[in-house]
């Protein structure tokens, strides 16, 4: 796996070296002191996997780099490491699209398991969030169509459809011949069309508007 920090403050960048560690020894960590330099090498290796982003720097900031980030490769997701706890930044950072927001106030392995979530497909929500978006699935359900058409492209409903039989991403990408990469974008893609942030709710409420 290749990982990509975002920091402008170095300890804090050797830091969360020494935690990505704890992911596995082959774990190749890049590291950026702006989100211009940040931007450069995600542009210049095409195998990265995820990007950990502060918002608070100088020049382009956080909220500019997601932006960008999504805009250059948008099938590699964006977490969000903030010093932060107020919800409308973390709700921010994720319609910019990030799929994660960690507040650095958080554990060691709640960052963990939040790039483990990410990398799987899901969004990981901190709990100041999490009870704003307990009734998501609700509003997924009406915004699932737009006057009787689905918002979701053809692929995505195809992908939704591969959901819903318990497919994972490897699987998917298989079956409809496309890269596992592009099976994460299209997720990412579905979850933030359906305002969901899990497969569970994808699928149900697919299921309820009857595009699946």
């Known amino acids: 796996m290749k990982m990509l920090i975002v920091d402008d403050h170095p300890i804090i960048r050797e830091g969360l070296v020494a935690l ?49 980030f999504g805009q250059a490769r948008p099938e590699v997701p964006v977490v969000v490491l903030s010093s932060s706890e107020n919800p409308q930044d973390a709700r921010k950072a994720l319609a910019q699209g990030a799929l994660g927001y960690v507040p650095k106030s958080a554990g060691q392995q709640t960052l963990l398991s939040a790039i483990r979530l990410v990398l799987s497909g899901d969004i990981y929500l901190p709990p100041l969030l999490l009870t704003e ?29 591969k959901l819903s039989e318990g497919r994972s991403n490897k699987a998917i990408a298989f079956e409809l011949d496309i890269a596992e990469k592009t ?29 699946i």
């Open 183 to 211: 099976v994460k974008a299209h997720v990412t893609a579905i979850f933030r069309a359906l305002n969901v942030v899990n497969r569970t709710q994808a699928v149900a409420a697919g299921r309820e508007a009857g595009v």
């Open 20 to 68: 990505f560690r704890q992911i596995g020894a082959e774990t190749v960590i890049l590291q950026a002191g702006t989100a211009a330099e940040g931007l450069r090498l995600l542009t210049q290796h095409a195998d990265l996997d995820v990007v950990v982003l502060d918002l608070v720097m100088p020049g382009m900031d956080g909220w500019q780099a997601i932006s960008a």
């Open 133 to 161: 978006v307990s009734a998501a699935p609700n509003t997924a359900l009406r915004t699932v169509t737009d006057q009787g058409r689905s918002v979701l492209t053809d692929r995505q409903i195809d992908v939704l459809r």
